[in-house]
Each structure stands twice: as structure tokens, then as C-alpha cells.
């Protein structure tokens, strides 16, 4: 997102898309709040993808019941008790995942941040005081500073989610972030994010609908800027000692027992990076 840019209409698209997986039959998790802070305006968003890139509410409604269960995981099992949303957009984990004792930091870009507070001032019933709510730009802040300003503790371990960001900013402001973390957080931390491959980001060697998928969030404001096929070299020279990375084909595999070809999900990737190697227990 460019500096000057006002909130960010790809945040209220995946809303929309969370929205909508909230009410399958089987769904994969149920976000109450989603239909609500998306509104008409994400909806429409989410509907002019639809033509361009049929599997985006597939792959959405994975990333999110799988970083959900990173949480869990995080707060139940291994006593993490901060959870860090950087790039939050309408992000409802501190509302939908609550515990006793863990504190939620929504990071976020301030334009796109002070919207999300003016939705949810008009909704009835959110916990807005579940989050602390934290201003950054990736591109020019340092998000550990910024973080530690609003009580985040560096010496005790976080979970940290950067989801549906990282594809929006340039290589220096990934490198710079990712660099950050791994030198700023307790050791034992982990970040997960989401990242898109090379040709994506390029644009060259793109098929039609790809190319189609690129120009339309390209148009909302926020084109994507960085894809990599490869995290692991980026995320050693920031720091990072211990990389995992799973493609959205096996996601699909494990939640919902079957493959298909025809999904798309060719550029779509989910990686897993700690300071060092995480205490058993990580995935
Ligand atoms: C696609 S949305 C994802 C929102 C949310 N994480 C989710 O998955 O629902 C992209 C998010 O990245 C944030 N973002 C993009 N560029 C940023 C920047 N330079 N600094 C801080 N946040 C940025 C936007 O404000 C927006 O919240």
C-alpha cells in the first residue's frame, strides 16, 4: 500500500471472503463478526475477483483455519502469551480467540487501521479492548520499536501472523521487517505469513486470469510488489534459523481430505520461520 493511500480495500475483500466461508456447510471456522465489518463495499470487492480468481475464497478460508489453529496451538499448548496480527486489516482473532492472559497486537498501516476501528465502532457487542491497537508502515517503520511502545515484551515469546501482507510490499520493506523480527523477537518465537511466487509478482509468464487476478489488485491500490519461489535464502539473511514452508495443495490435502488439480493453487504459499529452532511442540 502506497503511503498515501487511504485504507486498504484488499483487507476488506478478504473479509468478505471470511465472511462468506463462515457460512459453508462444513465450514472451516466461523468468523460472527466478518459479514458485518466487510459490508457491501467488500463484498462487491470480493465479487469482481470472483470472475478473475474462482479458488480466493478457498484459499482464504485455509490460511485462516490454519493460522487460527497456530494460535490455539500457540496459547493452549505452549503457553505463548502474545499474539502479534501485523498487517491486521479486519482482523478478528483477539475477538474470535480470546484467552485469559494473552495480550493481542494489532499492527497495521494507519489509514487502513483507523477504518477498521470506525467499523467496529458501530458494532454492537465487539470486544474492541480484546486488542492493542498499533500503527506501522512497513515501508518506512520498525514494527519491534513500535510494538514495544505499546508494552510488547522482547523477551517473552510472541506468535507473530503477517497474513495477506507480504506480497504488498517491496523487497526492502519485507527484508527490513522480516530482519527485525528475527533479530528483535524472544528467540523463541514464531512468525507465519503467506507469501505468492516470483511470476506472480513479476507479471511476466502470467496466464490470463493470473494476469487478470494481478491488474485487479493492482487497480484497488495495493499491486502486488514481491513474490518469491524460495523464502529460505531471504529468511537466513534476516536472521532466521529454522524455515517450513507448505503449499496450499497440502493445506487443502489435510483440511479437507482431497486434491485437485484444477484449484489453481500454483503461487499461493505458507511459511513458517523462528529465530531459532522452536521448542518441540511447533509444527
Ligand atoms: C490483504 S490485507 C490483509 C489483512 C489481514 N491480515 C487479513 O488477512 O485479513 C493487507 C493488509 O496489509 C496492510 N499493509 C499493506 N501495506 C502496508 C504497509 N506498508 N505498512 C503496514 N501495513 C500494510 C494493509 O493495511 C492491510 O491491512
Given at each position: 500500500m502506497d503511503t498515501t493511500s487511504s485504507a486498504s480495500k484488499t483487507a476488506l475483500m478478504v473479509c468478505a471472503y471470511r465472511a462468506r466461508a463462515s457460512r459453508?456447510?462444513?465450514?472451516?471456522?466461523?468468523?460472527?463478526?466478518a459479514e458485518a465489518l466487510a459490508g457491501a463495499d467488500g463484498h462487491e470487492i470480493a465479487k469482481l475477483l470472483d470472475t478473475r480468481f474462482p479458488p480466493m475464497e478457498l484459499w482464504l478460508a485455509l490460511r485462516v483455519a490454519y493460522i487460527d489453529r497456530l494460535v490455539g496451538l500457540a496459547v493452549?499448548?505452549?503457553?505463548?502469551r502474545q499474539i502479534v496480527i501485523l498487517?491486521?486489516?479486519?482482523?478478528t482473532r483477539a475477538a474470535r480467540l480470546p484467552r485469559a492472559g494473552v495480550t493481542f497486537f494489532e499492527v497495521d498501516h494507519p489509514a487502513t487501521q483507523a477504518s477498521k476501528r470506525e467499523r467496529l465502532a458501530t458494532?454492537?457487542?465487539?470486544?474492541?479492548?480484546?486488542a492493542r491497537y498499533v500503527t506501522c508502515n512497513f515501508e518506512r517503520e520498525d514494527p519491534i520499536d513500535r510494538l514495544v511502545a505499546s508494552g510488547?515484551?522482547?523477551?517473552e515469546p510472541a506468535l507473530v501472523v503477517w497474513e495477506g501482507v507480504v506480497p504488498y510490499l517491496t523487497e526492502g520493506a519485507v527484508r527490513a521487517t522480516a530482519s527485525r523480527l528475527a533479530t528483535g523477537l524472544d528467540p523463541r518465537s514464531l512468525v507465519a505469513f503467506d507469501f505468492v511466487g516470483k511470476k506472480l509478482a513479476s507479471g511476466?509468464?502470467?496466464?490470463e486470469k493470473d494476469q487478470a487476478t494481478r491488474s485487479y489488485v493492482g487497480e484497488l491500490?495495493?499491486?502486488?510488489?514481491y513474490g518469491s519461489d524460495d523464502m529460505l535464502p531471504l529468511l537466513y539473511e534476516c536472521g532466521f534459523r529454522w524455515v517450513r514452508t507448505l503449499d496450499f495443495n497440502e493445506l487443502a490435502l489435510e483440511m479437507l481430505g482431497d486434491y485437485q488439480?484444477?484449484?489453481?493453487?500454483?503461487f499461493q504459499h505458507l511459511a513458517l520461520a523462528a529465530p531459532r529452532t522452536p521448542v518441540a511442540g511447533w509444527p
Open positions: 459453508w456447510e462444513k465450514p472451516l471456522f466461523v468468523d460472527p463478526y493452549d499448548q505452549l503457553s505463548v498487517g491486521a486489516g479486519y482482523d458494532l454492537s457487542g465487539y470486544p474492541v479492548d480484546n510488547f515484551s522482547t523477551t511476466q509468464g502470467l496466464n491500490g495495493e499491486p502486488i510488489r488439480r484444477d484449484r489453481m493453487f500454483r
